[in-house]
């Protein structure tokens, strides 16, 4: 990798919610990992797919460039999407292992969810039938409402952001907009199509906001595209603003009735965001055949079983250019001193 100075990694916690011992890959260097290919690029980084080279287990490495966080002003978000995923356990969330940096970049690792972005399943089938819809969303309500209960928004609900696994399950990825709160913030980020009125007024916004987005993901899973669409930005706030829906003859009304529960623009007044919480979306009549233990159990039969040949498969997400991002320049360091707990 770019260049020196690695330690050895910092503690955090297992997928099973222990530390210590239960986390394999505890106290691990980087050069114990062998880069294979990248996964998945963003603005700032890229997703590697990284194989131990004792026991050849594979795992995501997130591994960003730390001068393109600090230019691109996103320090405090990188920063809460490792304190915040270093502190979960959750069937449906992705977990982290380690979280360390060197004089160029930041990594975290992570675990290898092979099924590829249920995005990719949605564009394959053009949208999902109400039963696939109403599988994968318990699972995210059930995700939702464990963040929640922690008091994490958060803020990025989206089909590109749900892997599934081996087995067929979700896995919620990209912790990079996640926040914890205890009152409301005033960021704006998020994808356009994706966002609360409240989040595009600047009125400040809680937890609430991640119910919208739910009900934006529903309508996007059974429909086949969301509700809100333009080519611009601006023309996508418009229509959120406005809330006029076009809702598609084939819509089931039960969900529909649910879609429209999350898609109230007083957040008081929006399913998941009143008195009884995460409650009120999971005794929805949508969702009158769904045990919630069995939920948390992953005892529900996936409708989606990817097609994985083993363990490293990559086959489930596109190729990228590998370029020269390993020869990316180190940092100076007062760059690197801002990353001094990652």
């Known amino acids: 990798m770019a260049s020196a100075k690695v330690a050895k990694v910092k503690k955090q916690t297992s997928p099973t919610g222990k530390k210590g011992s239960e986390n394999t890959e505890e106290g691990k260097k ?9 996964i ?8 590697v797919l990284a194989r131990n080279r004792e026991t050849r287990n594979y795992f995501a490495l997130k591994v960003m460039a730390i001068t393109d966080v600090i230019r691109l002003r996103q320090v405090e978000h990188v920063t809460n999407e490792k304190e915040i995923l270093s502190s979960i356990t959750h069937p449906f969330i992705v977990n982290m292992f380690w979280a360390n940096h060197d004089d160029t970049f930041l990594y975290m690792l992570m675990e290898y969810v092979p099924g590829g972005e249920v995005f990719s399943y949605l564009r394959n089938y053009g949208r999902f039938s109400n ?4 599988f994968y969303a318990s699972e995210i309500v059930s995700a939702l409402e464990y963040l929640h209960s922690r008091s994490i928004v958060y803020r990025d609900l989206k089909p590109e952001n749900l892997l599934l696994d081996r087995d067929g399950h979700l896995k919620i990825t990209d912790f990079g907009f996640a926040k914890k709160l205890l009152d409301r913030t005033w960021t704006l980020c998020g994808t356009p199509e994706y966002l609360a009125p409240e989040i595009i007024q600047s009125k400040g916004y809680n937890k609430a906001v991640d119910w919208w987005a739910l009900g934006i993901l529903l309508f996007e899973m059974i429909v086949g595209f969301p509700p809100f669409f333009d080519d611009q930005p601006f023309g996508i706030y418009e229509k959120i603003l406005s809330g006029k829906i076009d809702w598609p003859r084939h819509l089931d009304p039960v969900v529909k009735d649910l879609i429209k529960k999350l898609l109230v623009p007083d957040r008081t007044k929006r399913l998941g965001n009143m008195k009884n919480g995460a409650e009120d979306v999971k005794k929805h009549k949508w969702f009158k055949s769904i045990e919630w233990e069995d939920v948390l159990a992953r005892k529900l039969t996936p409708p989606i079983i990817p097609k994985v040949a083993h363990e490293g498969d990559t086959k489930n997400f596109d190729t990228y250019p590998e370029d020269e991002w390993q020869k990316t320049a180190a940092a100076g360091e007062k760059d690197i001193a801002l990353f001094v707990d990652f």
């Open 131 to 134: 039963t696939m819809a109403n």
């Open 40 to 47: 998945g690029t963003g603005t700032f980084g890229r997703v």
């Open 30 to 38: 980087l050069s114990d990992y062998e880069i294979l290919s990248t």
